[in-house]
């Protein structure tokens, strides 16, 4: 007896390419805002509205204009701070680091308001004036120095990551060494390291599950068709994050405004979307590739494998939707965008590409979808 799903599925192949664009057209429309995303680090912003360290961050940056996330760097010389070299050579780097144009101001146990005899005087001899001694138990051990750079702009804005490539390339003394850390250079390292080896990642993620489905379904169209819609499917969830917590909108309720997605969230909602929406297609595939095998009719193995797994799968992404979209209740706005995210990828997967999208591709490519080379074909025979 024809169910809703199959219905759905009927109209899907009837119509295959009026689904094909209006589908692709909704994703694409959907996924639009993710080409203007603004890759951020959660700050005190993240935190509850009422919540102290928030109401104390925000007030240090408004009212008290104190940089809550400075740069800070560590000067290491072949020798103490207590010889004349020394200290011209750290005053001479504290100028190229005020000369920079997004510096607005820097801590250093050698402040160029002090004339450099002055300060080699007081450095080398055993009086050491107060001011300076204090600073120099503050920012001096050894051989190493910390030098703490306060920036014009917030630690994920370009220009203060153009400051970071420019204090690392600033040049140093023979056998002197500068190394840069604080929120803005860790922002800096996190978004290179993920440009390096996310395209590794996803090419093992990509190989592996073609190879999988594969073997399994004995078909290279099928998998190939799988993984490009699950992938254009979460676009859609991306779209809807930045929309979100970007742009601001629906922020006025109980959802916080970031200004941008911090960068690990996309990459974490991907693994498990990606993997559940591949995990469902393994049922809904398998169950056709049942169907073809006996009939040879690929429309009869798009409805009948719809009829039988739409169920399934449509139960499974309503429970899951359900204990995702609880991370959205928190005021933690990184659950609130790992819950909102998932949410709608799920639904998306479960409903839009599962009873839509999938039905109008396979009838477009008929038989064609259950092409394999030979030796596949005689390699699964051997494993069944």
């Known amino acids: 007896r024809p169910t809703v799903l199959t219905r759905i599925a009927r109209f899907a192949t009837r119509r295959p390419i009026v ?18 995303v603004k890759f951020t680090t959660f700050d005190f912003h ?8 928030r109401i104390v961050a925000e007030a240090l940056t408004n009212n008290f204009n104190v940089q809550t996330a400075p740069i800070t760097v560590l000067y290491t010389t072949p020798q ?7 200290v011209a050579e750290i005053q001479g780097l504290t100028q190229q680091l005020l000369a ?12 160029i308001a002090v004339p450099l005899k002055q300060l080699q005087a007081a450095y080398v001899s055993d009086i050491v004036p107060t001011e300076l001694a204090l600073l120099q138990q503050q920012t001096v051990i050894d051989d190493t120095v910390l030098l703490t750079i306060y920036p014009t702009h917030n630690p994920t804005d370009q220009r203060t990551q ?20 604080g929120m803005a250079a860790i922002f800096y390292d996190t978004m290179r390291s993920t440009a390096h080896y996310l395209p ?37 969830a991306f779209g809807v994050l930045v929309l979100i917590f970007q742009d601001g909108y629906l922020t006025e309720g109980w959802l916080s405004y970031t200004g941008g997605l911090d960068v690990t969230i996309p990459i974490l909602i991907f693994a498990v979307a990606f993997g559940l929406s591949m995990d469902y297609a393994a049922f809904l595939y398998s169950r056709m590739r049942e169907i073809y095998d006996k009939t040879g009719d690929p429309h009869q193995a798009i409805i009948e494998g719809v009829h039988h797994t739409g169920p399934i799968i449509t139960a499974a992404a309503g429970a899951l939707f359900i204990v995702v979209i609880a991370f959205a209740s928190s005021k933690i706005a990184m659950l609130q ?4 995210g998932l949410a709608v990828a799920v639904l998306v997967d479960a409903f839009l590409v599962r009873l839509f999208l999938v039905p109008a591709v396979m009838q477009l490519f008929g038989h064609t979808s259950w092409y394999a080379p030979k030796w596949i074909r005689r390699w699964q025979i051997r494993h069944d």
Do not use: C, H, K
């Open 19 to 36: 689904i094909l664009i209006i589908a692709a057209s909704l994703i694409g429309l959907s996924a639009l805002p993710f080409l203007r």
């Open 46 to 53: 993240a935190l509850p509205d009422g919540s102290s360290s």
């Open 80 to 86: 103490p701070l207590s010889t004349a070299r020394s």
């Open 100 to 111: 920079l144009e997004t510096v607005d101001s820097a801590a250093t146990p050698t402040p």
């Open 162 to 181: 153009d400051l970071i490539v420019a204090i690392r390339g600033l040049s140093t003394e023979n056998n002197s060494s500068l190394q840069v850390g």
């Open 200 to 236: 590794y990642s996803l090419g093992i993620i990509v190989i592996s599950m073609f190879i999988l489905l594969t073997l399994m379904l004995r078909s290279i169209v099928i998998p190939l068709q799988a993984i490009l819609i699950n992938s254009l499917a979460l676009l859609v």
């Open 337 to 340: 965008q790992v819950g909102i």
